[in-house]
C-alpha cells in the first residue's frame, strides 16, 4: 500500500481494530510457535479502499469530489486515483471524481500536484485543506 511497504494486522490481545505498522520502523520480529486464521469476511482490497493511500480515519471517511478543469480533463481521466472512482465528465469539458475514501493529508499531497487544474467540492475539511494551496505557476500536470 503506498510507497512505503506496511504490515496489515490486528492484535488480538488489545482489541479488533485493524492496524498499519510501517516495516521500516520494526525495529524486530520473533518468530512464534503459533498460528492465526484471518478474520471471516475480512478483504484486504476491501479495507485498502477505505483510504486514498495508507491511513485510516473513520472520521474522515466519505465521499470525496473533485473537479478538474477543461485543460486537466483528459489529463486526469487516465488516472486511477482511487479503486472505486467514477468519472463524470462535465458539458463544459471538466471532468469530476467521485470516490469513498479517508485520508485527506494524503490526498492534498496529491491534489498539490495539480495546482489550481483542481478544485475540492466534497468534503468541506479537505476542501478547506488545499484551498488555500492552489496554485496557478505550475507549467505541467502530473
Known amino acids: 500500500m503506498g510507497h512505503r511497504r506496511y504490515l496489515v494486522a490486528r492484535d488480538p490481545a488489545k ?18 510457535d503459533q498460528s492465526f ?10 479495507y485498502a479502499a477505505q483510504s486514498f493511500g495508507i491511513w485510516q480515519d473513520p472520521d474522515q471517511f466519505g465521499e470525496v469530489v473533485w473537479k478538474f478543469s477543461p485543460e ?16 463524470e465528465p462535465q458539458p463544459d469539458g471538466s471532468l469530476t ?7 485527506w493529508l494524503e ?15 466534497a468534503p468541506e475539511g479537505l476542501r478547506a485543506m488545499v484551498h488555500d494551496h492552489r496554485r496557478s505557476d505550475f507549467s505541467s500536470m502530473p
Open 97 to 103: 471524481v467521485r470516490f469513498e475514501a479517508a485520508g
Open 72 to 87: 486537466a480533463a483528459t489529463r486526469a481521466a487516465e488516472f486511477r486515483f482511487h479503486p472505486t472512482q467514477r468519472l
Open 37 to 46: 486464521a484471518q478474520a471471516e469476511g475480512f478483504s484486504m482490497a476491501e
Open 107 to 121: 490526498m492534498t499531497w496529491h491534489l498539490y500536484q495539480w495546482g489550481d487544474k483542481v478544485e475540492v467540492l
Open 15 to 32: 482489541d479488533d481494530l485493524i492496524r498499519n505498522y510501517r516495516m521500516d520502523l520494526i525495529q524486530s520480529a520473533e518468530v512464534l
